[in-house]
């Protein structure tokens, strides 16, 4: 199960990054006009700081323009996964770049048809948009599971990449159903380490550890060492 995280922001990603289970990146054009930066240049961070898969979306809406800027953008760095549109120019892009050896993620993809189609054409990851299917009155999470069980029927190798995740229990049910990844925005991915039994578990062992005696460990754990190593010599 790989976790990615579904920002542009660099601040973010550095301190997933220094969590030390953070193992890629997806971007949108959305999530760039959110930092107003250089679209390049923050690609260019980004991939520096994940040194993992990273999403970049191409924005041009013909095959042609597609393969152009994809191109263009698999040049800043190895980590870049060119994003495509789910379109009928996006998969025909999608198939030349997988035959370039390009990464590819098509994105937007709301339906099991949608998702065939992206394997079909040699997409590295396909993005099922989890939260925009629930908002719409729909089962993301069924979505999900049906894309899951086809690709398995049918060993596809394109990796399910579990999106537009809104909370927690999201995570939960994608990694429940067997999804190679699932990307989240920050706030998300930050609360997957809470829980209020560790919060209260970690005050009763501080409060108890008071009373245990001596300096601390790192004072009593050095005089064990040097008493220890005196008795030695
Ligand atoms: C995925 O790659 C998309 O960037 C993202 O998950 C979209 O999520 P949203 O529906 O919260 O915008």
Same mark, same amino acid.
């Given at each position: 199960?790989?976790?990615?995280?579904?920002?542009?922001?660099?601040?973010?990603?550095?301190?997933?990054?220094?969590?030390?289970?953070?193992?890629?990146?997806?971007?949108?054009?959305?999530?760039?006009?959110?930092?107003?930066?250089?679209?390049?240049?923050?690609?260019?961070?980004?991939?520096?700081?994940?040194?993992?898969?990273?999403?970049?979306?191409?924005?041009?809406?013909?095959?042609?323009?597609?393969?152009?800027?994809?191109?263009?953008?698999?040049?800043?760095?190895?980590?870049?996964?060119?994003?495509?549109?789910?379109?009928?120019?996006?998969?025909?892009?999608?198939?030349? $770049?997988? +035959?370039?050896? %390009?990464?590819?993620?098509?994105?937007?993809?709301?339906? #099991? !048809?949608?998702?065939?189609?992206?394997?079909?054409?040699?997409?590295?990851?396909?993005?099922?948009?989890?939260?925009?299917?629930?908002?719409?009155?729909?089962?993301?999470?069924?979505?999900?599971?049906?894309?899951?069980?086809?690709?398995?029927?049918?060993?596809?190798?394109?990796?399910?990449?579990?999106?537009?995740?809104?909370?927690?229990?999201?995570?939960?049910?994608?990694?429940?159903?067997?999804?190679?990844?699932?990307?989240?925005?920050?706030?998300?991915?930050?609360?997957?380490?809470?829980?209020?039994?560790?919060?209260?578990?970690?005050?009763?062992? $501080?409060? +108890?550890?008071? %009373?245990?005696?001596?300096?601390?460990?790192?004072?009593? #754990? !050095?005089?064990?060492?040097?008493?220890?190593?005196?008795?030695?010599?």
């Amino acid at each position: 199960m790989k976790l990615f995280i579904d920002t542009a922001n660099l601040d973010h990603i550095r301190e997933a990054a220094s969590w030390g289970i953070l193992d890629g990146c997806t971007t949108n054009p959305s999530l760039m006009a959110k930092e107003g930066r250089d679209f390049a240049e923050t690609i260019a961070e980004i991939c520096d700081i994940v040194q993992g898969p990273v999403s970049a979306e191409v924005v041009a809406q013909d095959t042609e323009g597609m393969l152009r800027e994809a191109r263009l953008v698999r040049q800043i760095s190895e980590h870049v996964v060119v994003k495509l549109p789910m379109s009928w120019a996006g998969i025909a892009a999608c198939r030349v $770049l997988s +035959d370039e050896d %390009t990464r590819t993620n098509v994105t937007l993809v709301f339906s #099991v !048809n949608q998702a065939i189609l992206a394997a079909k054409a040699g997409a590295t990851y396909v993005s099922p948009f989890i939260g925009r299917i629930d908002d719409q009155g729909n089962d993301g999470m069924g979505v999900l599971s049906d894309i899951i069980t086809t690709f398995n029927n049918y060993y596809f190798e394109t990796e399910v990449l579990a999106a537009s995740i809104r909370h927690q229990s999201h995570v939960l049910d994608a990694v429940r159903l067997g999804s190679h990844v699932a990307t989240m925005p920050y706030t998300v991915m930050k609360k997957m380490i809470q829980h209020p039994l560790t919060d209260k578990g970690n005050e009763g062992f $501080l409060r +108890d550890w008071a %009373t245990v005696p001596g300096d601390g460990i790192e004072a009593t #754990v !050095n005089e064990f060492l040097s008493r220890r190593d005196k008795a030695a010599s």
